[in-house]
């Protein structure tokens, strides 16, 4: 099965982007796909390489950026939602990309579910 | 906005997709985020339902005004989606009632449906978000 994830919440204060992400990894595991995950609304802030977390942690954009390379998944970053937020080109960490909505509208039409994690 | 034209994701496929708005329109971002999402799915020739559900309710009443609070009133743009052919607006009755909302005190005309109506409705959905 193809599934598109839809991330809204920002690393470490909620729990989305960490469940997202072990929900990804679980299903590419057991055989099924995830070409995308599109991050939105505060979820942006997952996207940035300037985060430097404790070392005793895990590294949430490192984390995505790494299971990207893995298995060749296309992490989106809403332009919109990412320049409100101060995330551009020039802070993202390595398999991320800034584009537009209609790259999450794709995944609906596209795949067979759409996940969301969020609030 | 470019985002805005008509798109065309090349297959040529119309899914049902359904948005939930649960949220107070200013106290968070999702009513306002939430909206771009609906247009950009309209743009791509789409089914698309809006659902107003819990304090997402309060995103179309009527004699909203952010002045006081400083922030964008994008309430308007409710009362545009007729425009981009987004005419299934429903509420849900128990919301409504809870908070001492009736058809009248909304900025536009939607269907106000029972929790056994939304249930049904959203089952036959192929695609859910939640705002």
Known sequence: MQFGILVNEGPYTHQASDTAYLFARTAIEKGHKVPRVFFYHDGVNNSTRLATPPQDDRNVSARWSNLAEEHGIDLVVCVAAAQRRGINDDVLAPGFRISGLGQLVEMGIQYDRLVTFGD | ?131
């Open chain 2, 1 to 131: 906005m470019s985002d805005m034209d008509e798109m065309d994701d090349g297959s040529g496929v119309v899914k049902k997709f359904m948005f939930l708005n649960r949220k107070a329109p200013h106290g968070t971002v999702y009513a306002l985020e939430g909206l771009e999402v609906v247009l950009i799915t309209a743009a791509f020739d789409q089914d698309v339902s809006m659902v107003f559900t819990d304090d997402g309710v309060f995103q179309l009443m009527k004699g909203i005004d952010t002045k006081g609070i400083e922030v964008k009133d994008f309430s308007k743009t409710y009362r545009a989606l007729e425009g981009y052919d987004i005419e299934k607006l429903y509420v849900d009755q128990a919301s409504m009632d809870a908070r001492g909302l009736t058809e009248d005190d909304l900025i536009v005309d939607v269907t106000v449906l029972s929790v056994d109506e939304m249930a049904n409705l959203m089952a036959e959905q192929d695609v859910v978000i939640s705002f």
